[in-house]
């Protein structure tokens, strides 16, 4: 277990404008951060950007004492670094099972892969049960719950997930969540990134507010649950900056 250190990250897609503008983030080991803002603060572009899916324009990502800038999405994950996007990315024509060993591709020992599924297995009953169905076939929640365990296979270190409870019915949610606690109680350090902010705090240690690319504001989750900007702002009420910025 260790340390992720994110140091005045700049950002962005192709030729486009920054999206993280000089973003500063540390994530304690064993602990779990929920990230909120509005919509195209650089939430997910800044997971993409630790999980090696996209290279900061500046900055450095350091895990564990090590730099990570430079390093393939794979090289990533071989170091613990686990990312479950938000569209799942299931193979929908392969079964639960194989989706599952495609998670542990990089380990190059198949009986140890098949252990891992095991215990996922006995983790998951439901995943057991639905192991031969194609993974298309699977409701939405199911769907999510394959992803992460998944990336389980790998018995990573750190995760980040990238709206688990995106498009999910409110039972479902809970169901998502309630893995998420088991995460959590297992040691894992957890990068959440949750537009139901609410829920997402309720499950955290760290609350952290993007604004407009930069780290607006960082409090343990349960002050940042009940803080009156935060509630006015990101749990339902009007919209406004956190904090004014020279966007120019």
Same mark, same amino acid.
């Given at each position: 277990?260790?340390?992720?250190?994110?140091?005045?990250?700049?950002?962005?897609?192709?030729?486009?404008?920054?999206?993280?503008?000089?973003?500063?983030?540390?994530?304690?080991?064993?602990?779990?951060?929920?990230? #909120?803002?509005?919509?195209? @603060?650089?939430?997910?572009? /800044?997971?993409?950007?630790?999980?090696? *899916?996209? !290279?900061?324009?500046? %900055?450095?990502?350091?895990?564990?004492?090590?730099?990570?800038?430079?390093?393939?999405?794979?090289?990533?994950?071989?170091?613990?670094?686990?990312?479950?996007?938000?569209?799942?990315?299931?193979?929908?024509?392969?079964?639960?099972?194989?989706?599952?060993?495609?998670?542990?591709?990089?380990?190059?020992?198949?009986?140890?892969?098949?252990?891992? #599924?095991?215990?996922?297995? @006995?983790?998951?009953?439901? /995943?057991?049960?639905?192991?031969?169905? *194609?993974? !298309?076939?699977?409701? %939405?929640?199911?769907?999510?719950?394959?992803?992460?365990?998944?990336?389980?296979?790998?018995?990573?270190?750190?995760?980040?997930?990238?709206?688990?409870?995106?498009?999910?019915?409110?039972?479902?949610?809970?169901?998502?969540?309630?893995?998420?606690?088991?995460?959590?109680?297992?040691?894992?350090?957890?990068?959440?990134?949750?537009?139901?902010?609410?829920?997402?705090?309720?499950?955290?240690?760290?609350?952290?507010?993007?604004?407009?690319?930069?780290?607006?504001?960082?409090?343990?989750?349960?002050?940042?649950?009940?803080?009156?900007?935060?509630?006015?702002?990101?749990?339902?009420?009007?919209?406004?900056?956190?904090?004014?910025?020279?966007?120019?």
């Amino acid at each position: 277990m260790g340390t992720l250190v994110i140091e005045n990250i700049v950002a962005g897609y192709g030729s486009g404008p920054n999206i993280l503008r000089g973003l500063s983030l540390t994530v304690e080991a064993g602990k779990t951060y929920c990230i #909120i803002g509005p919509n195209g @603060a650089g939430k997910s572009t /800044l997971i993409k950007v630790i999980a090696g *899916m996209l !290279k900061p324009r500046e %900055g450095r990502i350091i895990y564990k004492g090590e730099l990570l800038n430079g390093l393939r999405a794979d090289q990533v994950l071989q170091r613990g670094v686990c990312y479950v996007p938000s569209d799942r990315s299931l193979f929908p024509d392969m079964t639960v099972k194989e989706n599952l060993r495609m998670g542990g591709y990089i380990l190059r020992n198949s009986r140890l892969v098949e252990k891992r #599924i095991e215990e996922i297995f @006995a983790q998951f009953p439901i /995943l057991k049960e639905k192991s031969s169905q *194609m993974a !298309k076939n699977l409701s %939405g929640g199911q769907q999510q719950l394959a992803s992460i365990a998944r990336a389980m296979v790998l018995k990573p270190e750190l995760i980040m997930l990238d709206e688990p409870s995106l498009g999910l019915a409110p039972k479902v949610v809970q169901q998502i969540f309630g893995t998420i606690a088991t995460l959590r109680d297992q040691g894992l350090t957890i990068v959440l990134v949750e537009q139901n902010a609410r829920k997402g705090l309720e499950n955290a240690d760290q609350g952290v507010v993007l604004d407009l690319g930069t780290n607006s504001f960082e409090r343990p989750a349960v002050e940042v649950l009940h803080d009156p900007r935060i509630q006015e702002l990101y749990l339902g009420k009007r919209r406004q900056p956190l904090q004014t910025e020279n966007t120019q």
